[in-house]
DNA sequence: CTGAAAGCGCTTACAG
DNA sequence: CTGAAAGCGCTTACAG
């Protein structure tokens, strides 16, 4: 069917070693006879069968990646810093989304063998971790991003929620906010537990007298809106709303605004990632800006020097950015930057 | 290093091929045998490598994607539909870009030998076609996605742009618009052409009289604020400006947003694509919704009968369907719903 | 129902 | 510098 090694050696007049060796570019080969094979492998349009390559080389020149989800704006910005790092380095990308489902997580985990040289991971559900260390393979390197695992198997590198959290409160509290609600993320999922503990370890630093206010959400923007709309019927409202997530808090802004509402006059709002959406909307969204890209670029760049063997499988963690816009009283002015 | 075939044979008391048989469901082993052999294998955590089964089963379980970039909104969507019915079948995923240079497109298309049981390939640029005929070899199936070409070697699947662009118009000319400038794509896209052409003949059938007004775009939001920017300037301004993406139709609007310009009023303003972004931005934009998820789902279902040998490998067409928001004059309310 | 053996298409010591 | 041969870890006719 499709031409193999053994086509090009037999018309290049060489055994298949040399044409291996010709392909591959090592140096034990005649200089005349490494042209001829090349020319006779690009005239006959060979490319060596991948899987039969793996299999004796034991090396894929790909790399896993297995995510909860393969679509939307953090595997976006993710895959950016993933492919660029993987083009740079000459590698293939398999990606794989288990959905939340720990069984496929653990399916896709070990799907991987014989097709990947390493691993980079996601897992940001509480449930999942089990089943993670379960399919680990300690003889597949790995790097787990965003994942709280600490079995030391495999490097990692996260987003610091916690920090990031407590950022966001201090610039809330420091242009006089006093009575700060949070909105906050899936509980079984670890940045939005991250982002509310810094938001009641803010809270209890330096507002000792305030009493926590905190909505449940699901890092969806009806959710988002759902817990506006609460916010909007209760007595004593508040002066600000701290979202754990961007996606929530365009939908309690859409509350408020649907309401009348003047942010930040009336109430100031923030929320956390720093998507594209945040410039855009009216009044444009004070963030925590979280560089996914940067974090998917250094998860490769790790796991490469896992493989290589190099590097200390040391965790690192990424300071988010804090982005004061409109939402929270930055001058009023459409603008296409990021006034921070 | 790793758990082999050989090491569950040995343990279980076995051949490796019942061993084989029993992991692949088989019906031609005996109960207790396949039960014991299950066991062991779990026991030992076993899993088969992918590249040793590929090379002699001829089978990958993987489809390759080949696509310009792997971020972005339309790879996003693109992926939420392919992964979806991937997961359905059981397939993997091997994603390769190729950032517009057609050297590294071959070289990605022909790296899929020996990986993947067929390829998904996006090829939107006029230079990269060329290079696709070169390098689809017709020993693997393929599906070209809004690409143009008509070898008949492959099935295709595209959006209807002409079409779209078509239907617009006559929006645009049916709400009283007579003077509708259009800000063009890059001119080596194929999506962009099609649009543009749908433009210039829905112009000249049903405004006979009017001169087409093109300005020059790349697609990205900062050419179509340049765009805006010169319309501004000009003596005669137009009553409508029909962009020939969402990112460029955004751009238009911000500068005319910056001028104090009243949109729709004075100009209403179109884009093509129906990205997130258009139903938030203020006013919210009429557009041409594409949908990108159900095109790349499509897709896979027909490489799926192309894998299996049914099916005819004609050319399909997505037609994206109207939707009319603020900006061509929809219901001022702020709105989270896709008035159509 | 089970096993011995060939073979998938490469790479890589080992001789020469 | 080159080739014959073993081997990577599976699957699958072929016998029995």
Sequence with gaps: MSVTIKDVARAANVSVATVSRAINGHDNVAEAVRLRVLSVASELRYSPHAAARSLSSRRTNTIGVVLPDLYGEFFSELMRGVDQVARERGYH????????????????????????????VMSPYVDDVGCLTEHLS??????????????????????????GAMTMMQHLIATGHRNIAFIAGP???FDARERLR???????????????????????????HEAGKQLLQSALKPDAVFAANDMMALGCLFAFNQAGLDVPGDIAVAG?????????VHPSLTTMQVNIAHLGGEAMNVLFNAIAGTGNSE???LRPELV??????????RSHSNTS
């Design 187 to 189: 509980d079984n999922n």
């Design 272 to 280: 956390f990632d720093g998507i594209p959406l945040s410039r855009y």
């Design 93 to 120: 990308l398999l990606v794989s989304s288990y959905h939340g489902h720990p069984e496929e997580q653990g399916a896709a985990l070990r799907a991987m063998r014989g097709r990947v040289d390493g691993l980079l």
């Design 324 to 333: 004061v816009r409109e939402s929270s009283g930055a001058s009023n002015k």
């Design 315 to 317: 965790s690192q963690s």
């Design 138 to 163: 300690s003889s597949l390197p790995a790097v787990l991003v965003n994942t709280q695992l600490h079995n030391g198997e495999a490097a990692s590198l996260s987003v610091d929620n916690y920090g």
């Design 198 to 224: 810094g938001y009641h370890d803010a809270l209890a630093q330096q507002l000792p007298d305030a009493t926590p206010w905190v909505l449940a959400g699901d890092f969806d923007e009806a959710s988002g």
